[in-house]
């Protein structure tokens, strides 16, 4: 068979580096792949995207979340089962698709443990994304012992995986630079940071009642005793529950967000997204970026839950986004071929004969994020001193998560006795604005202005965002009442001198400046774009939108700009009638939308539908077992297994809890699980003091 191997060789935001190439073996075949790189994404790369074959039914395995969370990637990689997306390839790594169960080793190969000595720090972080980093830069300044810990190969959390423009404001939250760059800066700072400690590839395993947090770095385990932990650990996504939800190509939006991103794999040529959230609303635009097709993004509610301003971007840019939509099934042999739509009604449920289906070869799952924050809770009842910032604390922005980490670094400093003084009040009003829901959408006043030049406005939501009241070189522009959240206008038109700063730092891509000084008949329109550069090159015939995505007309590019203080924003200039000058707000890119296919006649039955990925429990299963009286998730475990798998209920428990409530139990009524100290799966070599290296794993 031949493999196409898929990288993103090109890309309009990321400077895509050379890389050195190693050789490595999947099931005795020959494959290539970059030195470093999560074993998932060197198979991806090779076009291999199942993994191994599930034990009980034999269904494909392939990845789902991609941050260690689920065990969907398991596979045998030198002889040892490991997670796919949290082991880097090396030189003449043999890696094997897991079929069946992997074999324990024989009693007389198990080798004499070691004492594992114990490390006191004053301070534990476990998580380097935004929350951890910033926490972590409060402490370092004040000179505190600190420890870092993250389970990733670089620091920054989910910020790596960003290439668009933060909100916020440019003094607190870097507003108008973009993710990855806010992580190098943040990473920087934390470097000159002395009493700072930094661990990668270290995972936090469990928090035990002695006050030991248990760590494997570069498979060795370490315990450690904090006196104050704090938990960043950050959010995993939600799974939906549909018939095809586990083969390959059905992904959380954060794992193909690293694919693309962050190791540059061409994961895909079609997807659907599912979930208007910000989180797939991103999702499909850095999907653009890798060059990869977006037939549609579809979200439940009559509205999509996140900004409007990341939903007109891929309205301009040819995407469709229906409302009132849900996935009904996902179908193909190993791997997804084919995804089925349908409308829903005002009591949620599927309307008959709206059932429409797409081509493609992945599904984005993005509806909604949950906090780990496991960690934090076990501590707390054990007695630790524990603090928690970030998504662990509340699902929010980065943003924000910054703004919580720098909090709770402060109040960990004062519990260790330092006079620091109070958090400063705005700190929490920042952070609670940070972390605000977008505001209703409102119209805006039309500029009947047709002369000078001046900047038109296509954001008409309050969001907390104001960097282009931080650019204007004439201090022109402002927001209402002065307010971060307040929406922004020009409060004197004659200011304008059309240096055009307003648009290249704009995060949602909401600003085009009109300029009707050469022509007052075809005044130029100047438009950011980020997507394929070669089609907006000079002489280019270019397809332009309105805000909503209505299609205004065909115009020749005239000139490209890119200022160097806002790099990888192309400033677009095109000249349009002045009836539409104004109106004009993006380029589609799209040839043509994709028309979905054959008509369902039958739904598939929802309780076909996989719940427990790890021991593949049905959701009728779960039903069957309500319906009987259960209202324990022990007991639940111990008749279906669900829950028992190696992810220790981390994708099915939400949907479990959903299916008690759509069966009309009073949630009050249910048992949980009992939570044990370890939280993530380590051979039991590792707690005899086995290190890397030993002959015997």
Same mark, same amino acid.
Request: charged letters at 25%.
């Given at each position: 068979?031949?493999?196409?191997?898929?990288?993103?060789?090109?890309?309009?935001?990321?400077?895509?580096?050379?890389?050195?190439?190693?050789?490595?073996?999947?099931?005795?075949?020959?494959?290539?792949?970059?030195?470093?790189?999560?074993?998932?994404?060197?198979?991806?790369?090779?076009?291999?995207?199942?993994?191994?074959?599930?034990?009980?039914?034999?269904?494909?395995?392939?990845?789902?979340?991609?941050?260690?969370?689920?065990?969907?990637?398991?596979?045998?990689?030198?002889?040892?089962?490991?997670?796919?997306?949290?082991?880097?390839?090396?030189?003449?790594?043999?890696?094997?698709?897991?079929?069946?169960?992997?074999?324990?080793?024989?009693?007389?190969?198990?080798?004499?443990?070691?004492?594992?000595?114990?490390?006191?720090?004053? #301070?534990? %972080?476990? =998580? $380097?994304?935004?929350? !951890? /980093?910033? @926490?972590?830069?409060?402490?370092?300044?004040? *000179? &505190? +012992?600190?420890?870092?810990?993250?389970?990733?190969?670089?620091?920054?959390?989910?910020?790596?995986?960003?290439?668009?423009?933060?909100?916020?404001?440019?003094?607190?939250?870097?507003?108008?630079?973009?993710?990855?760059?806010?992580?190098?800066?943040?990473?920087?700072?934390?470097?000159?940071?002395?009493?700072?400690?930094?661990?990668?590839?270290?995972?936090?395993?469990?928090?035990?009642?002695?006050?030991?947090?248990?760590?494997?770095?570069?498979?060795?385990?370490?315990?450690?005793?904090?006196?104050?932990?704090?938990?960043?650990?950050?959010?995993?996504?939600?799974?939906?529950?549909?018939?095809?939800?586990?083969?390959?190509?059905?992904?959380?939006?954060?794992?193909?967000?690293?694919?693309?991103?962050?190791?540059?794999?061409?994961?895909?040529?079609? #997807?659907? %997204?599912? =979930? $208007?959230?910000?989180? !797939? /609303?991103? @999702?499909?635009?850095?999907?653009?970026?890798? *060059? &990869? +097709?977006?037939?549609?993004?579809?979200?439940?509610?009559?509205?999509?839950?996140?900004?409007?301003?990341?939903?007109?971007?891929?309205?301009?840019?040819?995407?469709?986004?229906?409302?009132?939509?849900?996935?009904?099934?996902?179908?193909?042999?190993?791997?997804?071929?084919?995804?089925?739509?349908?409308?829903?009604?005002?009591?949620?449920?599927?309307?008959?004969?709206?059932?429409?289906?797409?081509?493609?070869?992945?599904?984005?799952?993005?509806?909604?994020?949950?906090?780990?924050?496991?960690?934090?809770?076990?501590?707390?009842?054990?007695?630790?001193?524990?603090?928690?910032?970030?998504?662990?604390?509340?699902?929010?922005?980065?943003?924000?998560?910054?703004?919580?980490?720098?909090?709770?670094?402060?109040?960990?400093?004062?519990?260790?006795?330092?006079?620091?003084?109070?958090?400063?009040?705005?700190?929490?009003?920042? @952070?609670?604005?940070?972390?605000?829901?977008? *505001?209703?959408?409102?119209?805006?006043?039309?500029?009947?202005?047709?002369?000078?030049?001046?900047?038109?406005?296509?954001?008409?939501?309050?969001?907390?965002?104001?960097?282009?009241?931080?650019?204007?070189?004439?201090?022109?522009?402002?927001?209402?009442?002065?307010?971060?959240?307040?929406?922004?206008?020009?409060?004197?038109?004659?200011?304008?001198?059309?240096?055009?700063?307003?648009?290249?730092?704009?995060?949602?891509?909401?600003?085009?400046?009109?300029?009707?000084?050469?022509?007052?008949?075809?005044?130029?329109?100047?438009?950011?774009?980020?997507?394929?550069?070669?089609?907006?090159?000079?002489?280019?015939?270019?397809?332009?939108?309105?805000?909503?995505?209505?299609?205004?007309?065909?115009?020749?590019?005239?000139?490209?700009?890119?200022?160097?203080?806002?790099?990888?924003?192309?400033?677009?200039?095109?000249?349009?009638?002045? @009836?539409?000058?104004?109106?004009?707000?993006?380029?589609?890119?799209?040839?043509?939308?994709?028309?979905?296919?054959?008509?369902?006649?039958?739904?598939?039955?929802?309780?076909?539908?996989?719940?427990?990925?790890?021991?593949?429990?049905?959701?009728?299963?779960?039903?069957?077992?309500?319906?009987?009286?259960?209202?324990?998730?022990?007991?639940?475990?111990?008749?279906?297994?669900?829950?028992?798998?190696?992810?220790?209920?981390?994708?099915?428990?939400?949907?479990?809890?959903?299916?008690?409530?759509?069966?009309?139990?009073?949630?009050?009524?249910?048992?949980?699980?009992?939570?044990?100290?370890?939280?993530?799966?380590?051979?039991?070599?590792?707690?005899?003091?086995?290190?890397?290296?030993?002959?015997?794993?």
């Amino acid at each position: 068979m031949v493999i196409q191997v898929s990288r993103v060789t090109e890309h309009p935001v990321i400077e895509v580096e050379e890389f050195e190439e190693v050789k490595f073996t999947f099931n005795g075949r020959k494959l290539k792949g970059r030195k470093g790189e999560m074993v998932s994404s060197a198979l991806i790369a090779n076009d291999i995207h199942v993994f191994g074959h599930h034990y009980k039914d034999g269904s494909p395995q392939g990845i789902f979340c991609a941050n260690g969370q689920c065990a969907q990637c398991l596979v045998m990689a030198d002889g040892v089962p490991v997670k796919s997306c949290m082991t880097p390839l090396s030189e003449g790594s043999e890696v094997k698709s897991v079929e069946g169960l992997p074999e324990l080793p024989a009693a007389d190969t198990v080798p004499e443990g070691r004492p594992i000595p114990t490390m006191d720090v004053e #301070v534990l %972080i476990i =998580g $380097g994304g935004p929350a !951890g /980093l910033s @926490a972590a830069i409060e402490l370092g300044k004040l *000179g &505190i +012992d600190t420890l870092l810990i993250d389970d990733k190969d670089r620091l920054g959390g989910k910020l790596v995986l960003q290439t668009h423009k933060f909100f916020g404001s440019v003094e607190d939250s870097y507003a108008g630079t973009r993710g990855f760059e806010i992580g190098r800066i943040l990473e920087k700072d934390l470097g000159t940071l002395e009493s700072v400690k930094v661990w990668l590839n270290s995972t936090a395993v469990g928090v035990f009642s002695d006050g030991i947090v248990g760590v494997v770095k570069d498979r060795t385990y370490r315990k450690i005793r904090p006196k104050r932990l704090l938990v960043a650990t950050g959010a995993r996504e939600k799974m939906l529950s549909f018939p095809g939800n586990t083969l390959p190509g059905v992904y959380g939006a954060g794992a193909f967000q690293t694919l693309v991103n962050r190791d540059l794999i061409r994961s895909s040529e079609k #997807v659907l %997204i599912v =979930g $208007g959230g910000n989180v !797939g /609303l991103i @999702a499909g635009y850095h999907a653009l970026q890798a *060059g &990869i +097709d977006v037939v549609a993004l579809i979200e439940a509610l009559p509205h999509v839950g996140g900004y409007k301003v990341h939903a007109d971007k891929l309205m301009r840019l040819g995407v469709p986004i229906l409302t009132r939509h849900t996935i009904v099934s996902a179908e193909g042999k190993d791997r997804v071929e084919r995804a089925t739509i349908a409308k829903l009604d005002e009591n949620w449920k599927v309307v008959p004969g709206t059932h429409r289906t797409y081509e493609v070869d992945t599904v984005l799952i993005a509806v909604g994020l949950d906090e780990v924050n496991e960690f934090h809770k076990k501590a707390t009842e054990f007695g630790v001193r524990s603090f928690v910032a970030g998504d662990a604390q509340e699902i929010a922005e980065a943003s924000a998560a910054m703004f919580t980490g720098k909090i709770e670094g402060m109040k960990i400093a004062a519990s260790l006795g330092l006079e620091v003084g109070e958090v400063p009040r705005e700190w929490d009003e920042k @952070a609670a604005i940070l972390k605000s829901k977008p *505001g209703p959408i409102r119209k805006r006043q039309e500029i009947t202005r047709e002369m000078g030049v001046f900047p038109v406005f296509h954001c008409d939501q309050e969001v907390p965002c104001n960097p282009c009241t931080s650019v204007c070189p004439v201090g022109a522009l402002r927001t209402e009442q002065d307010s971060i959240t307040g929406l922004p206008y020009m409060s004197d038109l004659d200011k304008c001198i059309g240096c055009l700063s307003c648009v290249g730092i704009c995060p949602g891509l909401a600003i085009t400046v009109v300029d009707f000084r050469k022509d007052k008949q075809m005044p130029t329109v100047t438009l950011p774009y980020e997507v394929h550069r070669e089609i907006v090159e000079k002489g280019r015939i270019v397809t332009v939108t309105d805000s909503d995505g209505a299609i205004m007309g065909k115009y020749p590019v005239e000139r490209v700009i890119e200022n160097p203080k806002y790099p990888r924003t192309l400033l677009v200039q095109i000249r349009v009638e002045k @009836a539409g000058a104004k109106k004009v707000a993006g380029i589609w890119i799209k040839e043509k939308q994709q028309e979905p296919g054959e008509i369902y006649e039958k739904e598939m039955l929802p309780d076909d539908a996989i719940v427990c990925r790890c021991e593949r429990v049905t959701a009728g299963e779960i039903r069957t077992a309500i319906q009987n009286g259960v209202r324990d998730l022990n007991h639940l475990k111990a008749v279906t297994r669900a829950g028992m798998g190696a992810c220790g209920s981390k994708t099915c428990r939400p949907m479990i809890f959903r299916i008690f409530r759509e069966e009309g139990v009073d949630l009050g009524v249910v048992t949980d699980r009992v939570d044990r100290p370890l939280f993530v799966e380590v051979p039991l070599g590792y707690f005899a003091g086995i290190e890397e290296g030993d002959d015997h794993e």
